[in-house]
């Protein structure tokens, strides 16, 4: 059995001759120190540096069996059955040293706790400090200005997702006729008193009047 190289696409795995023996059986996961930084995460798409904990999930492809790996920490937040899985069955060579399950646990249910307080777009708000870019003109948005969040669709690592920008708001109209603008016009009045519960009505007053007409 052969595993897979680490840095190429999941849907066409290639052998990988130099991390196990071609007899040995491979087992479902694998924990381990990253033995080279030649490893890519599946879940972030980053490198593995070497000698940073790693979880291997087997995967049997058409050219050969072998492990993809992921941060141990990045599978705890996005693959927590699997890292249970691996800890019930202690797969991990003598010597390496895991942190407990339960710190592990506590990372998913911190990362699901971020994502169910994680606003949607449209939403706006005062700009924090005056390090913002408006990403449609791409000046400065000065601190206690009102900004306006819409969603805009970005390419990571081949998939196209969509992302919070922060928009100027006598940019906004433009922005809503660009190509890569994800948020829809006739939904942006609703959805900014749907997200932003925390203004007031003049609030929202003024910043639709500063916005002006999306027809």
């Known amino acids: 059995m052969l595993h897979i190289q680490d840095d190429v696409p999941e849907d066409a795995p290639a052998p990988d001759a130099t991390d196990a023996p071609e007899e040995e059986q491979l087992a479902p996961y694998l924990i381990e120190a990253a033995r080279s ?3 890519k995460c599946r879940t972030c798409r980053r490198k593995i540096e070497k000698d940073m904990l790693r979880i291997g999930v087997l995967l049997e492809g058409p050219y050969g069996t072998g492990y993809l790996w992921h941060h141990l920490n990045c599978a705890a937040r996005k693959r927590i059955e699997d890292v249970e899985a691996a800890y019930e ?3 991990w060579a003598e010597g390496v040293k895991v942190p407990p399950l ?3 646990q506590e990372l998913k249910e911190v990362a699901e706790k971020k994502a169910a307080d994680r606003k949607s777009p449209p939403w706006a708000e005062r700009a924090k400090s005056g390090r913002s870019k408006c990403k449609h003109c791409d000046e400065t948005i000065a601190k206690g200005d009102w900004r306006v969040i819409l969603g805009r669709e970005v390419e990571f690592f081949g998939q196209t ?3 919070p920008v922060n928009i100027h708001l006598d940019c906004v109209a433009a922005e ?3 190509e890569h603008c994800a948020t829809e016009p006739e ?3 609703a959805g900014l008193r749907a997200n932003s519960a925390d203004l007031s009505e003049a609030d929202l007053k003024e910043i639709l009047g500063a ?3 999306l027809g």
């Open 89 to 91: 069955q202690e797969a």
């Open 102 to 104: 339960a710190e592990l």
């Open 187 to 189: 939904e942006f009045e």
């Open 37 to 39: 930084s030649r490893s």
């Open 176 to 178: 809503f006729q660009a």
């Open 211 to 213: 916005v002006g007409d």
């Open 161 to 163: 997702r969509t992302g």
